[in-house]
C-alpha cells in the first residue's frame, strides 16, 4: 500500500498553511486516504523532511506534497533530486504560490489537494528545474520558478530581517513590509555593471538594476517577468533590467504584472541553457524568493528533472 507524505510549512502564509492542513486532514480522513503528514519547525526543515521521506519510504510513496508556499516547493524539490521516479505535488497555502502559476497547479488549495487526491496514482509530467551555484557555497541548490540578483535579492534581505514584519504578519498585514522594503531598496539601491555569459556567449551590461534566470514565466507574487518562459522547453529565460531611471522602474513594475515590460528598450530577454554572472560589485543572489548566497553564480538547466503531480 503507497501513502501520499505532506510536507506542511507552519510558517507559510504567516500561518495560513497550518490552518488549511488541519480542515484537509479531515476531508482526507472522511475519504479513508492513506497518508502521513510532517510539519516543519525551522527554516530548511522541509529540504531535511524530504530527503528523510525519500531515502525511508522509497517504495511506499505514492507522491510527497509540499503544503506552502514557493520557499516550501523550493526546499521539497531539493530534497527530492535524488529520488526523480517520486511524484511531488503541491497545495498552495503561502503569500506569493507563484509555482502554482507556472507550473498548472490549482489555485485555490482544496482544489489543489482534491485534484492529487484524484490523480494519486497517475504517473507525474516531467519538468525542468534549475541547478547551481554560488560564491563560497560548496553544494548545489536547485531552483525551480526562477533565480535572481540585484534589487529583488536585495528587497528580499530587506523584508526578512525587518523588525516590523513579525508585528504586521500578526495582523495580517505581513505583505506591507515587503511594499515597505520595496520603496527603501527603490531610493537607496546602487546600480551595477554585469557581465552575463550565456552558453558561451559573453554579454555586458551597465547599470544593472536586476538579472532574472526564469524556468517559468511568473516571479514575485505573480509578476510575468518572462512571459516566454517554459518549464518544459529545455531552456532558461534570462532578463536583464537595465539603464533605466527610478521612476520609470516604478512604471515596469505596474506593467510587469500583466507581462507587457517586454516593450521597454531597457529590458532585455535572453534564451538559453547554461548562464553564467558576475559583477565587480557584491551583489546578493536568491532561488526562488530565499536568499542563497553572493555573485558570481552559475544556474544550469536540468532538463526533465523532476516529476510533478500537476495538471
Ligand atoms: N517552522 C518554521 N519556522 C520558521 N521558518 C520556517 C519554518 N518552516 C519553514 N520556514 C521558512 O518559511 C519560509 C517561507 O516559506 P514559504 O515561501 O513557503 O511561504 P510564504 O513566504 O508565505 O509564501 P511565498 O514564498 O509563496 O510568498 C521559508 O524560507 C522556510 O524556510
Redesign the pocket.
Known amino acids: 500500500m503507497k501513502l501520499l507524505f505532506f510536507i506542511v ?6 500561518g495560513k498553511a497550518l490552518k488549511l492542513w488541519e480542515r484537509m486532514k479531515v476531508e482526507l480522513e472522511q475519504q479513508k486516504i492513506n497518508y502521513r503528514s510532517f510539519y ?7 529540504e531535511e523532511l524530504a530527503r528523510q521521506i525519500g531515502s525511508m519510504f522509497d517504495d511506499k510513496i505514492e507522491a510527497v506534497i509540499a503544503v ?5 516547493i523550493h ?1 521539497v524539490v531539493n530534497g527530492m533530486v535524488d529520488y526523480p521516479q517520486v511524484k511531488v505535488g503541491y497545495i498552495p497555502a ?5 509555482f502554482s502559476r507556472g507550473f498548472s497547479v490549482p489555485k485555490a488549495p482544496f482544489d489543489a489537494l482534491r485534484f492529487i487526491v484524484k490523480n494519486r496514482h497517475r504517473k507525474g509530467r516531467l519538468f525542468d528545474i534549475g541547478k547551481t551555484r554560488v560564491r563560497g557555497v560548496t553544494k548545489s541548490k536547485y531552483f525551480v520558478s526562477s533565480l535572481g540578483t540585484g534589487f529583488d535579492a536585495a528587497v528580499s534581505k530587506l523584508t526578512n530581517e525587518s523588525k516590523m514584519k513579525k508585528y504586521l504578519n500578526k495582523i495580517k498585514l505581513g505583505s506591507l513590509a515587503y511594499v515597505g522594503a520595496v520603496f527603501r531598496v527603490l531610493f537607496t539601491y546602487k546600480l551595477t555593471d554585469v557581465t552575463i555569459e550565456i552558453d558561451n556567449q559573453t554579454i555586458h551590461y551597465n547599470k544593472v538594476w536586476f538579472v532574472t534566470v526564469s524556468n517559468q514565466p511568473y516571479y514575485g ?1 505573480g509578476m510575468k517577468i518572462a512571459p516566454k518562459a517554459s518549464p518544459r522547453d529545455g531552456l532558461f529565460d534570462v532578463t536583464i533590467v537595465h539603464n533605466l531611471s527610478r521612476i520609470k522602474l516604478l512604471l515596469v513594475f505596474l506593467t510587469v504584472f500583466l507581462g507587457k515590460h517586454t516593450g521597454f528598450k531597457e529590458i532585455v530577454q535572453h534564451k538559453g541553457a547554461k548562464i553564467s554572472i558576475q559583477s565587480n560589485t557584491k551583489m546578493l543572489v536568491h532561488a526562488d ?2 536568499l542563497v548566497g553572493q555573485l558570481p553564480v552559475q544556474a544550469e538547466v536540468q532538463h526533465q528533472k523532476i516529476s510533478f503531480l500537476v495538471k
Open positions: 510549512n507552519t510558517k507559510a502564509g504567516n516543519t519547525k525551522y527554516p530548511t526543515h522541509a506552502g508556499g514557493d520557499g516550501t526546499e503561502g503569500s506569493g504560490n507563484d507574487g524568493g530565499e
